[in-house]
């Protein structure tokens, strides 16, 4: 089994269309029940990591993940999203890793998501050394 990987540039209707796909998710007493109903399928169920789904949007190429209230992982892919678009180097350090990792052969799409774990965690560990100084400093 082998899976292509593309990298797309960035498309300025994604804000739009997150806030689409947010107001179709809203409900999380009968988020899985609405997004089916939406025509999201279901790919991957992970609950005992903090609940996690991930749903594959009906007409667009969007990745709905879905994780338990209160988790940690959110915080993390956030803090990682909100540094990314403020910091050029670190965008463009990933955005080249995705590219040369997206240009190898994958027999699947966690291996590719694995493989870019080294640089995700490099980027991470200065967004906690900024934050560190940010609070410090604010004292």
Known sequence: MSCRILITDYDPRWPQLFRREAERSANEGAYAPALKAAGYLLHIREPRWY???????????????VFSSGCPEI??????????????????????????????????????????????????????????REVISRW
């Open 51 to 65: 609940e996690h789904r991930l749903f594959k949007g009906p007409d667009s190429a969007i990745n709905l993940y």
């Open 75 to 132: 915080d993390r892919m956030l803090m990682f999203r909100n540094w990314l678009r403020a910091n050029a180097a670190d965008r463009d350090l990933y955005a080249r890793t995705k590219l040369s990792l997206a240009a190898q052969g994958w027999s699947s799409v966690q291996d590719y998501a694995d493989a870019k774990t080294a640089v995700v965690e490099e980027i991470l560990a200065r967004v906690r050394r900024g934050r560190r």
